[in-house]
């Protein structure tokens, strides 16, 4: 089992950048890969960003690449995304999840409870 919680998320202004942290609970957090996922009024939860269980791998949707880097810390059983050169179309919930390497989110099992993230322009 793997319990997540999501911090970091408010508002800013476009152009602005923004840290999201996922903390997990349990001893297993070392062993899933991680993603980012957003959810937008009315719209689908789409990938953002995924790191592999060791962090040597990542994965970036095209609307976010060379803007939002995902990076891990297994010590402290942390996830983060720094999100740089913020847009309006970024606002959304942000959820982090545990799972397969994938950008699926039917190939995640645990969920956080989100947090929101509002870019104003």
């Known amino acids: 089992q793997v319990q997540l919680v999501e911090s970091g998320g408010k508002l800013v202004q476009a152009g602005g950048s923004l840290r999201l942290s996922c903390a997990a609970s349990?001893?297993?957090?070392?062993?899933?890969?991680m993603g980012w996922f957003r959810q937008a009024p009315g719209k689908e939860r789409e990938f953002v960003a995924r790191i592999s269980w060791r962090g040597g791998s990542t994965k970036y949707a095209d609307s976010v690449k060379d803007r939002f880097t995902i990076s891990r810390d297994n010590a402290k059983n942390t996830v983060y995304l720094q999100m740089n050169s913020l847009k309006p179309e970024d606002t959304a919930v942000y959820y982090c999840a545990a799972g397969r390497y994938s950008g699926s989110v039917s190939e995640y099992n645990y969920w956080g409870q989100g947090t929101q993230v509002t870019v104003s322009s």
């Open positions: 349990g001893r297993t957090f070392s062993s899933y890969a």
